[in-house]
């Protein structure tokens, strides 16, 4: 069974910080991605990596950057966090060219005071 | 124009009925469609996939998919109160890239 681990499930930090959010899969998938979920928003994907050190933006990754320097890692960073990054983030991981048999990890809800 | 839209719900029905999940799309070239189920409080977990127009059948899940009309819908026969969740429609264009609805909140009552 695919494990996709996100390092927090609830995350409160502070107006200015840089805040790090890990995610870490155990089935050697190739594609992972970063969405963040709000309230009649749906899914909106922050960033994608198809491959170590490759990076794609997706729809909303201002005020965000990503780290893929190993295969089974994918960092999400917030620069200086603002109130309006206050979420939840899902961390996904998919094989090959398989972007929509996609496996969630467990979510990380963030607040920024 | 949103490029993957549902209907928010909620969608309430009896225990026992057929629940109908619609979702629409905007890109022509999107190839592959998929339902995600969300449970309260979980992340989502994949159940059904299609990608040629028609009908795909698992279980008590039918996926209809209409690229003429740019329609994708999901049929739950004999709902039961388990299946109460939010379900989110999801399209991939070109295999490389991927869109979700906002989902739809469906309700089983028993």
């Known amino acids: 069974d695919v494990k996709v681990t996100q390092s927090s499930r609830y995350l409160v930090k502070r107006t200015g910080e840089k805040v790090f959010l890990e995610c870490v899969q155990d089935m050697d998938h190739e594609n992972m991605f970063w969405y963040r979920q709000d309230p009649g928003l749906g899914l909106r994907l922050i960033y994608f990596s198809y491959d170590v050190k490759m990076k794609e933006k997706g729809d909303i990754p201002e005020g965000y950057s990503v780290s893929r320097e190993k295969k089974e890692r994918f960092s999400l960073i917030l620069e200086s966090a603002s109130t309006n990054q206050t979420s939840m983030y899902l961390c996904?991981?998919?094989?090959?060219?398989?972007?929509?048999?996609?496996?969630f990890g467990d979510g990380t809800r963030l607040s920024i005071l | 124009q949103k490029e993957v839209e549902q209907n928010s719900g909620p969608l309430s029905v009896p225990e026992g009925a057929i629940a109908s999940l619609n979702c629409t799309y905007s890109?022509?070239?999107?190839?592959?469609f998929f339902w995600y189920r969300q449970y309260s409080g979980k992340s989502p977990e994949l159940i059904m996939s299609?990608?040629?127009?028609g009908d795909k059948e698992d279980g008590r899940f039918t996926a209809q998919l209409n690229k003429a009309s740019q329609y994708v819908s999901l049929l739950i026969r004999d709902s039961q109160p388990s299946d109460s969740a939010t379900y989110l429609c999801?399209?991939?264009?070109?295999?490389?890239?991927?869109?979700f609805g906002a989902g739809t909140r469906l309700t089983v009552k028993p």
């Open positions: 996904a991981s998919s094989p090959g060219q398989d972007l929509g048999s996609q496996h």
């Open positions: 299609i990608y040629s127009n």
């Open positions: 890109d022509r070239v999107s190839q592959s």
């Open positions: 999801a399209v991939s264009i070109n295999n490389n890239d991927m869109r």
